[in-house]
């Protein structure tokens, strides 16, 4: 007779003892670029992942770098947008872009037996980009309709607004893209600033998924030798901050039925000595789905389908923020119980259990952050874009596994003062 499994009874907890995260190993290019290379794949498929800093910030063409990325591969003077599509889709490979202030990214996945045939179209993408006329009206025209629609939605309002309250309008963290900046794109610009910026000088690559030597010869053989060090652009400079003055703002929707709700400040990057504790507080206060947030404001309350925080780190600066949506009828209710989360865990020392709970959840996260090539390229990405070493995590996670109830608090007191925080309220008068 088999032995029957009793299901009334929760398998045993295991605490988490030693976390192994690959290193990415350094070469050098040619022409001087650095690859980072992460060797974890079990397939055979790599990730080529190319960054460039942006340039010195122009408010006068607050898209000219996004923009210029987002249509690398709208045609070169030897293939359409529709050719360069079919040329990366034929060997079954995908093209893709990031864009944010401080970094624009070209990334490439590949079959290892096809990168010889991939590698040139990138390569083509990259440095010969025309940005031809027809596609450039094609890409404002489908922006500005974006634009359109996404100032109908509370949300999307309040998320846009309480950046620029934070940063300033004349801030690339700040900015609210419109229309009018899309419709100002000229081609030319595009074109110039294509030359400055993507050069050999700027890059960075990252290199993740089955890599073996051979993939470091290829990349060699098609990006690292000099035809692209055309020039060099001025590297981005810090962009003074202008935050608004006040701490409660109101815009008002017409026919909004909801509000939506931010609140937050300016805060620190991932180098911060307080980063990880606070990465902490912010996960127990709003971080995942049994946080106190969801806890009171979704569950008890019920006032919203959904409400979160975060600690978001940038280059220069970053920001903690809550954000939801509530009907307009409990809006201040709303705000009244996010305040009142924020006081309990200022005067009131966190149960042992519920941070053990918290602790566990994002020793699981970050394991599962690490579980292919690609998540460990993106790990490294966010590191290395920090200015930071291996070493962060090491201190991230001893962090994570030590910090006790009166740090908690203590954060708490420092970063959690309701009257220092910035309040946006989007939604009916």
């Known amino acids: 007779m088999q032995n029957i499994v009793d299901r009334s009874t929760p398998p045993s907890l295991k605490p988490i003892e030693k976390i192994i995260i690959p290193h990415a190993e350094k070469h050098m290019l040619d022409n001087g670029i650095p690859v980072y290379v992460i ?70 996945y590949s079959l290892n037996k096809h990168l010889d045939k991939t590698l040139p179209t990138l ?32 949300n999307s309002i309040a998320r846009k607004k309480f950046n620029e309250i934070l940063f300033g309008p004349k801030h690339p963290y700040g900015h609210i893209m419109t229309a009018d900046d899309y419709s100002a794109i000229q081609r030319s610009a595009l074109k110039d600033y294509h030359v400055r910026q993507y050069v050999s000088e700027h890059c960075t690559i990252i290199l993740s998924g089955k890599v073996t030597d051979e993939t470091i010869k290829l990349i060699n053989k098609h990006l690292g030798d000099k035809n692209w060090s055309r020039s060099n652009g001025q590297a981005a400079a810090g962009v003074p901050l202008s935050s608004a003055s006040g701490r409660i703002h109101r815009v008002e929707k017409e026919g909004a039925i909801q509000s939506a709700i931010r609140i937050g400040k300016k805060m620190f990057t991932r180098s911060h000595a307080d980063y990880p504790g606070m990465a902490v507080l912010n996960t127990l206060f709003g971080g995942y789905f049994g946080s106190r947030l969801m806890s009171n404001i979704r569950e008890d309350k019920g006032y919203t389908y959904g409400i979160g925080s975060a600690v978001v780190p940038m280059k220069d600066h970053g920001y903690f923020f809550i954000s939801t949506e509530v009907g307009s009828d409990v809006t201040e209710a709303a705000l009244t119980e996010i305040y009142k989360e924020m006081i309990d865990l200022r005067e009131t020392t966190v149960e042992k259990e519920e941070l053990e709970t918290v602790r566990n959840y994002m020793l699981g996260s970050f394991i599962k952050s690490l579980e292919t090539a690609f998540h460990l390229s993106d790990r490294f990405k966010s590191m290395h874009l920090s200015g930071l070493e291996y070493d962060y995590y090491d201190r991230y996670l001893a962090k994570l596994r030590s910090i006790q109830p009166d740090e908690i608090q203590a954060l708490a007191r420092k970063y959690f003062d309701p009257e220092s925080m910035t309040e946006l309220v989007v939604g009916p008068k």
Do not use: W
């Open 39 to 108: 060797n974890a794949g079990l397939q055979n498929l790599v990730k080529v992942d190319l960054i460039f800093g942006n340039l010195s910030y122009d408010p006068s063409q607050p898209l000219l770098s996004s923009a210029t990325n987002r249509m690398l591969a709208e045609g070169t003077a030897r293939h359409s947008a529709l050719e360069l599509a079919d040329l990366i889709d034929y060997y079954g490979s995908f093209y893709g872009t990031e864009e944010s202030a401080d970094h624009c990214s070209v990334n490439l």
């Open 123 to 154: 390569r083509e993408i990259l440095t010969e980009a025309i940005f031809p006329d027809s596609d450039l009206a094609t890409f404002i025209l489908n922006n500005t309709q974006r634009i359109a629609v996404e100032n109908e939605k509370v």
